[in-house]
Nanobody
Framework: QVQLVESGGGLVHAGGSLRLSCAAS????????MGWFRQTPDKERQFVAA???????YYADSVKGRFTISRDNVKNTVWLQMNSLKPEDTAVYYC???????????????????????WGQGTQVTVSS
């Protein structure tokens, strides 16, 4: 079974940047589409960004232009670079992997939490105003 471990969260002032990392073990990351989701106590888990096996990326409208998802299959790691952070970005951020090996050409598949079977433990991101 694949294990995902997020790191890089913390407290940052509005306008600052953070870089989240997701390290995988027990599997080959290149086999899986990967996603980043975030969750606050009063909201359900929301899509942030995703990257397909071939490198195609998707972003939530709220983060597009500010966040960048990338992957290094040699290092078995996925990153989320977050720039121009806003207080609204405050949440626990989760890394997720889809082991199904299915190929979809619509973005909706990759933006749904139910798509992903493997999840990390989460890392807290807090953006102060």
């Amino acid at each position: 079974q694949v294990q995902l471990v997020e790191s890089g969260g913390g407290l940052v002032h509005a306008g600052g940047s953070l870089r989240l990392s997701c390290a995988a073990s027990g599997g080959t990351l290149s086999d899986y589409p990967m996603g980043w989701f975030r969750q606050t106590p009063d909201k359900e888990r929301q899509f942030v960004a995703a990257i397909r096996r071939g490198g195609t990326t998707y972003y939530a409208d709220s983060v597009k232009g500010r966040f960048t998802i990338s992957r290094d299959n040699v290092k078995n790691t996925v990153w989320l670079q977050m720039n121009s952070l806003k207080p609204e970005d405050t949440a626990v951020y989760y890394c997720a992997a889809d082991p199904s090996r299915r190929t979809y050409f619509t973005s909706t598949y990759y933006t749904r939490a139910a798509t992903y079977d493997y999840w990390g433990q989460g890392t807290q991101v807090t953006v102060s105003s």
